[in-house]
């Protein structure tokens, strides 16, 4: 278990938008960085910016598009920007309420590697984030992946099971389990490298990661 991977995991999701802050000075920027701005006042100050420009590379139009496409149908039609944050809890409460049925949680299979077997950087070849062990027990195993969610094995890998697919977002970058009470994780959501994992904080589960609940980080 890394013990600073929260302080990681936060400067690894604010950086993009940091650095993006610091070399563009304009309105739009900042209104994006601003849940209380409405989705459409910040697409139109961006679009009346950009008028009659050129498009220049590091300028932070690239990653202004790529955000408005990820914004644009969760705040639609009214361009409240904090209803992405909302979406978990939502649908947390609907899945309690007794109103939907769970997805599968469980796969048992046997896997034989097809490859491609070179880096996974422009390779096309799958990554996981972290595999981790719990600290009481090395015949269970938890790995995550940047768009794959969080799994676990209790028999050394041979099946797995999740209970991450119902989450807003499944990507996820690192897991942290209380050695003291291996019932008590936290998981950090998003990743840092993959472009549409986007995070929705730090998770905390309490019964072994059966179920996750946000904590305000």
Not at 155 to 184: E, K, R, Y
């Amino acid at each position: 278990m890394k013990k600073n991977f929260l302080s990681r995991f936060l400067i690894i999701s604010i950086f993009p938008f940091f650095s993006f802050s610091q070399t563009i000075d304009s309105n739009w920027v900042n209104m994006m960085e601003d849940p209380s701005a409405n989705f459409y006042d910040v697409q139109n100050v961006f679009n009346d910016y950009w008028r009659n420009k050129t498009i220049e590379k590091g300028k932070g139009y690239k990653a202004f598009r790529r955000w408005e496409n990820y914004m644009e149908p969760r705040v639609y039609p009214s361009g409240d920007m904090t209803l992405p944050s909302q979406a978990y809890p939502n649908y947390k409460a609907w899945i309690d309420a007794g109103l939907g049925d769970p997805l599968p949680i469980a796969s048992v299979a046997n896997w034989t590697p097809l490859g491609p077997f070179g880096a996974s950087i422009g390779g096309g070849a799958g990554r996981l984030n972290f595999v981790r062990f719990d600290p009481t027990n090395s015949s269970t195993i938890y790995v995550g992946a940047p768009d794959g969610g969080l799994w676990k094995s209790t028999n050394s890998g041979v099946s797995w099971t999740t209970n991450t697919d119902q989450l807003t977002v499944i990507g996820c970058t690192d897991i942290a389990i209380n050695p003291l009470n291996t019932q008590i994780m936290y998981l950090a959501t998003g990743d840092g490298e993959a472009g549409d994992s986007y995070s929705i904080g730090v998770l905390k589960s309490i019964d072994g990661g059966a179920t996750w609940n946000t904590t305000g980080l």
